[in-house]
Every structure is written in C-alpha cells, then in structure tokens.
C-alpha cells in the first residue's frame, strides 16, 4: 500500500510544529502540504526547518484547497471556525479529517457531523492513548459509585490556552455523565462564585487552572463519605496528542465516512 499523504494544518504553531514531526517520524505516512491562517508570519517557509527537522521542501501555504488534490488527509488541531471550513472542503474531496481542535460550539459540532456523512472524521478532545483510558475508566467508576460520590473535574493548562473548560475535561466530564446516565450539558458546574449554596448531589464539577508551560494536567475526583477517589493523567510532552493523531489518521484510511472517536481508533468502543 502506498504512502497515507498528509496535510497538517496550522502548521506554523506549537501543536502543528510537533504534528509535523510526528509525520516525519512514522512509518506508511508522508507530509505532502503545510497549511497556516493569512497572514501568518509562517507562511512561505519550509515547514520541516520550523519544526527545527532541517529543511523538507514542503513550504507553508495559506491556500489548502490548492494543496487538497494531492492529499488522503489533514490533521487539524486550529480553532473551531478554522476546523468547520476544513471540514466543508475535505467532505468535498471525501478524504479524512482528524480534529484535534478544543473549544467547538454546539453549532460547529453539528457542521462537522454533516460534513462527517461525506467524509471519515475522527474527532477527539484528547488524542493520547493514556487520556482515552483514562475515559473509559471513568464511566465505569461513575457507574459504580451513586451519587454519595460528587464528581469534581480539575484540570490545569498553560498560560496561552484560549477555551475552558479544556477539551480533556469535558471528555472526562462526558464519560462521567454516561456512567451515570445523566446529560452533561443538565448537570455541568462550570463556576462557583460567592454564595453558593450546598452542592447539588449528582452534579458534575469543574475547575479550571491556567498558568506556566502546563501541557495538561486532568483530575477526575469521586469524592465519597470519609473516602475519595482520583483518577489522574499528566501530559509531559505535546507529541503524544501528535503521535495519536497520525495513529488516527492511518486507523480512518479504510474507513466508511462518519464521524469517529479516539476510542474507535483505539477499540474502546463496540463495533
């Protein structure tokens, strides 16, 4: 089988600098195009000497449709608007699209799930294997434990991250809603400030931390009479989201068009 060709979008960032090299260092994948938002002061140079691999031939660009025909796939850790358009112009190519963008909308959501019926998407908040566990950990603990255990989500991230809660969190947070059939979106606690009032039992807690060079830090706390349980995952290194996305992307190659998980990609789900 040939070489899976790929796209990596927002190319000229951190998150894009160490997908680039997560291509360049995996087998059955090559880098065919590098993309960035007008204006960037990335685009017009190679790609590879920005990802400091030496030059690569492959310069940034701030036209993807033009770089689409010569490509299977893009992987696109952006922003959510960014992430939407993207989705519109790969469904029109049928080719696969890996979204590891945080902060999407409701609305933004049901865009990409349309533009999913016409291409494989593989979608996730986290792309590491250890958080997609982790996630599958935490619905069964919630299943377990009744509502004498609050669940508080407590995650810390680096002094430049734009959405919160992270998109680790709200993964977390959904994991824990399934285990104890409930909607989130019904029992989410996103602030506390001044009075209060007693917590309501069955809600699901977060807090969020910014400061530093944080890659990710995630807590999910059950919190019981006289006992507590934490499941805790640390991110020490961007590359793991990076190296998780390209597993993605050679896992969507073959795949019927629809929207996917990192939990498919991994087989932490039926079917």
């Known amino acids: 089988m040939s070489d899976l060709r790929l796209i990596v979008a927002g190319a000229g960032g951190r998150m894009g600098r160490n997908l680039v090299k997560a291509v360049t260092e995996a087998d059955g994948v090559v880098l065919v195009g590098a993309v960035d938002a007008k204006g960037s002061a990335a685009i017009g140079r190679d790609v590879g000497e920005l990802a400091g691999l030496g030059p690569n031939g492959v310069v ?9 025909d010569a490509a299977d796939g893009v992987l ?11 989705a519109e112009l790969v469904a029109t190519r ?7 963008t945080t902060g999407c909308s409701p609305e933004d959501d049901r865009l990409i799930a349309v533009a999913a019926e016409r291409a494989v998407v ?4 986290n792309m590491s294997l250890g958080v997609n566990l982790l996630a599958a950990l935490i619905k069964q603990v919630a299943e377990k434990l009744d509502e004498d255990f609050d669940i508080e989500i407590l995650e810390m991230h680096h002094n430049k ?39 309501r039992a069955g809600d699901i807690g977060f807090a969020s931390l910014r400061g530093g ?29 990076a190296r998780g996305a390209v597993k993605a992307a050679k896992w ?16 932490f789900t039926d079917g």
């Open 60 to 68: 940034i660009s701030d036209d993807p449709a033009s770089l689409l």
């Open 76 to 86: 696109d850790f952006t922003i959510p608007a960014a992430s939407v358009a993207y």
């Open 94 to 100: 049928g080719l696969l699209h890996v979204i590891g």
């Open 122 to 125: 593989v979608k996730s908040g």
């Open 161 to 199: 991250k734009v959405d919160a809660p992270s998109g680790t969190a709200l993964m977390f947070g959904r994991a824990a809603a399934a285990g104890r059939q409930v909607a989130l979106t019904e029992r989410s606690v996103r602030v506390r400030d001044g009075h209060t009032g007693a917590r």
């Open 213 to 241: 060079t944080v890659v990710g830090e995630h807590a999910v706390i059950f919190a019981g009479p006289a006992e507590r349980v934490e499941l805790v995952h640390k991110a020490e290194d961007r590359m793991i989201f």
């Open 252 to 267: 969507a190659r073959d795949k019927k068009p629809g929207l996917y998980s990192m939990a498919d990609v991994l087989g």
